[in-house]
């Protein structure tokens, strides 16, 4: 029967497939990333990206000019494509600056911005070498008419042009984390380096980026509720395949599946004192029956970027130990959120969770009262950070300001024991986290990953209660693909 079934469902693949090759006669020009004429599946008359409007693109733009100081000049080049060998790259993706302004996805290009020229892109100049191995590009023509620059030239033109630019103008503003020797070795720029003149562009494209546009915000509700959806998946996958890199893989296939293009970053899948580890990213690992799992992780979704963490027994149980540890956790991600308000600074409810975790330390028995503090050894972290296009999104505006409505933050309490901890060693090798992504409103907040279980009643109900009815085999498979 299931050779039957998927037999049936091969071929209706194929039908599908095919009809599209038979039926499709729309033809469209080839920007090189889609457009509504070549995507009308996933993107609005009307957009550069999807779900963002040409109209918001330009508007952005405008506001850059209006905090650009006078007679000023801004210059954000493309990410730079890396290289995992010779001939393969890594998966591109786009500098956040650069895709904020132009809307363009792809390598190769620099945007200028102008009080006298308004945006101005200097496009790469393709080969048909290039086209037959690399597929088709955005050059001057989508510049001008996919991306509505102002001006548009070839990159040949820019040694010709762009010095004239710089020379008028008394300070200059680029993307330092992208800067390229197309335009860093020209002699005006040069010169306007030497005088003092060169600013980080950063400072004034962070500031923009800060709060979130209503459009902006539909994406991060969308990529939020596509990694909640995953991580729920995989948290019932735990139980029969209790195996760090298959927890991986589980998450990664559940957010391409619905939609996402790329993990934000590299799952960080710890089991036991792995969880200890913050930033822990080997993942190759099984999970010991008895243990806990941290999984923090997050998916990108046409730019905008998830980023939720949660910790649980794949056995489905907590042992009383973990409990009281976990619960500590739980409730001051609890009284954070209810701190996530206008007016408030991620300072602010940093050291309020600072005291609170040091306090519950104290009661459970990890840290003693002898005046000795190891609070910093067990969580070197802050309660969160800013949330967009980056995982820690707009860097340069500081912890200390006050939150304003559309500003999207972390609130991530976590403890992290390690083996070499000198405290009572029946906590040693555990690691907790609890991380939510929070808009701010009007009003207070709003729980973007608030469908993602975290209470302990929930999880060990979640888990206990799922029986995958293709188990055995899956553990099967797992085994053979760890052993």
């Given at each position: 029967?299931?050779?039957?079934?998927?037999?049936?469902?091969?071929?209706?693949?194929?039908?599908?497939?095919?009809?599209?090759?038979?039926?499709?006669?729309?033809?469209?020009?080839?920007?090189?990333?889609?457009?509504?004429?070549?995507?009308?599946?996933?993107?609005?008359?009307?957009?550069i990206t999807p779900g963002i409007s040409a109209e918001e693109y330009i508007s952005r733009r405008k506001r850059l000019l209006e905090i650009l100081p006078e007679n000023s000049v801004a210059i954000l080049a493309a990410a730079p494509e890396k290289m995992m060998t010779d001939v393969v790259p890594y998966p591109y993706r786009q500098d956040a600056n650069y895709l904020y302004i132009t809307g363009c996805q792809q390598p190769g290009g620099v945007a200028v911005l102008s009080h006298e020229c308004g945006l101005c892109m200097f496009m790469p100049e393709t080969s048909a070498h290039d086209v037959i191995w690399k597929g088709q590009i955005a050059g001057v023509d989508a510049a001008a008419e996919t991306f509505k620059a102002d001006k548009a030239y070839p990159m040949s033109k820019i040694q010709e042009i762009l010095p004239d630019m710089i020379g008028r103008s008394s300070k200059l503003f680029h993307n330092q984390e992208t800067a390229v020797q197309t335009y860093t070795n020209l002699e005006a720029f040069q010169k306007a380096d030497f005088y003092g003149a060169v600013r980080n562009l950063s400072r004034l494209t962070h500031e923009l980026r800060w709060v979130k546009s209503p459009a902006e915000l539909k994406l991060m509700r969308e990529s939020a509720s596509i990694g909640c959806q995953a991580l729920l998946q995989t948290m019932l996958h735990s139980k029969s395949h209790p195996y760090e890199g298959l927890l991986a893989a589980k998450f990664e296939y559940e957010c391409k599946m619905r939609g996402a293009q790329r993990m934000a970053f590299n799952p960080v899948v710890g089991g036991g004192p792995n969880a200890a580890v913050i930033h822990y990213s080997r993942n190759d690992q099984k999970i010991d029956d008895g243990d806990l799992v941290l999984m923090d992780v997050g998916c990108e979704l046409h730019g905008y970027v998830s980023d939720m963490t949660r910790t649980w027994p794949p056995s489905g149980s907590f042992s009383s130990l973990e409990e009281a540890l976990y619960d500590l956790i739980l409730q001051t991600n609890k009284e954070c959120l209810k701190l996530c308000k206008p007016g408030a600074s991620l300072l602010q409810i940093h050291h309020y969770s600072v005291g609170m975790l040091r306090k519950g330390l104290k009661e459970i028995g990890i840290v003693n009262s002898d005046g000795t503090d190891p609070y910093n050894e067990l969580n070197p972290t802050s309660i969160g950070h800013y949330l967009g296009m980056d995982v820690h999104d707009s860097s340069v505006v500081t912890y200390e300001r006050p939150l304003e409505p559309g500003v999207v933050i972390t609130i991530e309490p976590g403890i992290y024991i390690p083996r070499s901890f000198s405290g009572p060693e029946r906590f040693q090798g555990i690691g907790i986290r609890i991380e939510d992504e929070v808009l701010i409103t009007e009003t207070g907040y709003e729980v973007l990953t608030g469908s993602l279980p975290k209470e302990i009643k929930h999880i060990e109900s979640l888990l206990n209660n799922f029986s995958s009815e293709t188990g055995r085999e899956n553990h099967i498979n797992a085994k053979a693909a760890t052993s």
């Open positions: 029967m299931q050779i039957l079934m998927r037999k049936l469902l091969q071929r209706i693949s194929c039908r599908q497939v095919n009809g599209r090759r038979v039926y499709s006669t729309k033809k469209f020009v080839d920007s090189g990333q889609p457009t509504p004429a070549s995507h009308p599946q996933l993107m609005k008359e009307g957009e």
